[in-house]
């Protein structure tokens, strides 16, 4: 399996210098220059929308892989009523099942930011798996600013559901709110899930630092975290809703690393 893109040009030890090189990354800015551009579609069928399926807050929505799939990602949103349908990442997704991957939405909630996300987003992806067929392909979890911080939650959980997703790319996770939400261990996480933690230049950086303060108590390996800054250019500016975009820049610098987290864990 080969590696994941490297985050920076310093040589590891050891576990200790993992986790120092991604604090570092965390709290300050760097320039990351990605070597191959996200493929922009072709010839292609339009990749159609499928559902909603399910009900109450439990709904999901599904996307076929054109051509042989090769993967299936669970794409789990951020907080916003807006959110709460895929239109805000509609692109992204397409441009996905282009890819050869299967996709699943979930709303996992009727209410932003309310309880039981986790239990809402289980009940979804188990029969969105179940309709799509299971394979033994890899599942790969991304999920944006309250997604973000939840896709390593539910890989966390997903056995529940007979699944280990094969890695997680939480981009600007928001921060935990104990008071609103549940707080769930990260030690049931599968130590070889690859995490890749996404932060922007023009955003916060405390959800990430959070996120990665747990994993490190959770005793998750260091080695197998990711850190990676998105870079302000031109008119494209690195802020918290930059994720949303789908010009030239933000394809290059969110799609494409997901591609290519998705097509590492394929091998």
């Not at 996200?38 to 999901?60: D, K, M, T």
């Not at 911080?149 to 981009?171: D, G, T």
């Not at 930059?242 to 494409?256: I, L, Y």
Request: a neutral charge; proline letters at 8%.
């Amino acid at each position: 399996m080969p590696a994941l893109e490297p985050v920076c040009p310093h040589r590891l030890s050891g576990p200790e210098d993992v986790i120092g090189e991604v604090r570092r990354l965390l709290v300050c800015v760097i320039v990351l220059a990605v070597s191959a551009p996200a493929a922009l579609g072709g010839s292609a069928p339009h990749p159609r929308q499928l559902g909603p399926f399910g009900s109450g807050a439990n709904l999901y929505w599904l996307w076929h892989a054109q051509g042989k799939r090769q993967a299936v990602v669970v794409f789990l949103h951020g907080l916003d009523r807006s959110e709460l349908n895929p239109a805000n990442h509609l692109p992204w997704i397409e441009h996905l099942a282009q890819q050869g991957d299967d996709v699943i939405y979930p709303m996992y909630e009727i209410q932003p930011g309310a309880r039981g996300a986790i239990r809402h987003t289980l009940d979804a992806v188990g029969p969105a798996l179940r309709r799509l067929g299971r394979t033994k392909v890899p599942v790969v979890v991304v999920g944006y600013s309250r997604g973000g911080r939840l896709a390593v939650e539910f890989a966390a959980v997903a056995p529940a559901i007979q699944l280990v997703p094969a890695a997680v790319m939480s981009i600007f996770p928001s921060a935990l709110n104990p008071l609103a939400e549940e707080t769930i261990d990260l030690r049931t996480l599968e130590p070889s899930t690859r995490i890749m933690l996404v932060v922007g230049q023009e955003d916060s950086r405390e959800g990430a630092q959070e996120l990665l303060h747990r994993l490190e108590q959770a005793g998750f390996p260091a080695r197998h975290i990711q850190a990676v800054v998105i870079s302000s250019k031109g008119s494209f500016h690195a802020d918290h809703f930059s994720a949303m975009q789908a010009g030239p820049e933000a394809r290059r610098q969110f799609w494409a690393r997901l591609d290519r987290l998705v097509r590492s864990v394929e091998r």
